[in-house]
């Protein structure tokens, strides 16, 4: 069989470009271990020439990318209309999973566990002036964001319109959600199954960008210390979930407990995939070692439309 030809895009023009980057680097140290041809696409303002540019010469989109314009189903777009087979969800599922507000639709169809939520809309309300029934605290954040940017957990009211003032710089839709107060999970999907959880200790505060980037601020802890139904429990909830938003080859699926319950909090569709990010984590715990993994997401490429002409 010929081998394949990758474009591997990484950077982009949102909030986690910096991260895409290092999420790039991994992924091109995978491709050389596994000896591919491939280019580098930085999918910067010019990612358009550059990608038309090399279409006659890739077979596979190998995304590095996350966040606005990445992770929300536009790239996904741009690769189906040049019929080059991307990673990852599709473009439905990567748009419901990036848009937080139309995601807990989906849940709630399911009736998949997540927190209560109300939704605020930037363009029509006067921020000054919203009111909300949950108590405090509660989590004011950006409907389409990632990386943790612009969240904010309120204990007060003065912070709560704080909140929604930082939220509305990067989206006009902001959700306002009640706090769930238990530990951090995340559960990888890879292929068809769900990977072994992890439980995330932030050493302070909460998950927030800065405890995501900096080494030695989290503890993971994987396999969690939790009873055995637990983790089957919250296994079968990312399945199901990764499942309802149409996600596809891999995401992450991310979790708090509440009451006693896991509560799901998001999901990822292109996660954050440097060796030590918590996907790569998982499928070592099972033996899966990065290049390996870098191959299977390759070897599930596809296309929505296949079949189009
Ligand atoms: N309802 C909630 N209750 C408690 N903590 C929350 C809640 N929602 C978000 N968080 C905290 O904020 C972090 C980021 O929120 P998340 O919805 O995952 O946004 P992002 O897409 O930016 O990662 C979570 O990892 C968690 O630590
Ligand atoms: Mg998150």
């Known amino acids: 069989m010929l081998s394949k030809k990758m474009a591997l895009i990484k950077g ?3 909030s986690e470009r910096n991260v895409s980057l290092v999420t790039g680097e991994a992924f091109e140290a995978a491709l050389k271990e596994l000896g591919h041809e491939y280019v580098v696409i930085d999918a910067d303002k010019d990612f358009l020439h550059k990608l038309l540019d090399v279409r006659d010469q890739v077979d596979v989109a190998l995304l590095a990318l996350h966040g606005k314009l990445a992770e929300d189903g536009v790239v996904q777009g741009i690769c189906e209309y040049i019929k080059l087979p991307y990673t990852g969800a599709g473009v439905l599922g990567s748009a419901l999973g990036f848009d937080k507000y139309y995601f807990k639709q989906i849940l709630k169809f399911h009736d998949l566990p997540s927190a209560k939520f109300e939704l605020v809309h930037a363009r029509q309300q006067n921020l000054d002036e919203v009111t909300t029934n949950f108590s405090y605290p ?3 954040k950006p409907s389409r964001e990632g990386s943790s940017v612009g969240v904010t957990i309120c204990q007060s009211e003065s912070d ?3 909140g929604l003032k930082l939220a509305s710089q990067y989206d006009s839709e902001i959700l306002v959600e ?3 107060e238990g530990q ?6 890879l ?3 769900a990977l072994t959880p992890i439980e995330i200790r932030p050493k302070v505060r909460f998950y927030d960008y800065e405890n995501k980037y900096t080494a030695g601020n989290t503890e993971y802890i994987i396999p969690p210390e939790l009873p055995e139904e637990t983790i089957d429990e919250l296994k079968t909830l990312a399945w199901k979930t990764h499942q309802a938003c149409r996600a596809r080859v891999y995401s992450r699926v991310d979790f708090r407990m509440h009451k006693g319950r896991p509560h799901v909090i998001e999901i990822n569709t292109l996660p954050g995939c440097t060796p030590t990010s918590l996907v790569p984590k998982a499928a070592a715990h099972e033996g899966i070692q990065f290049p390996q993994f870098i191959q299977l997401l390759i070897d599930n490429a596809g296309l929505d439309y296949e079949g189009v002409r």
């Open 12 to 14: 982009g023009i949102n």
């Open 138 to 140: 509660l989590v004011v």
């Open 160 to 162: 709560f319109f704080k």
């Open 178 to 180: 009640e706090y769930l």
């Open 184 to 189: 951090e999970l995340t559960v990888p999907i």
């Open 191 to 193: 292929i068809d199954r």
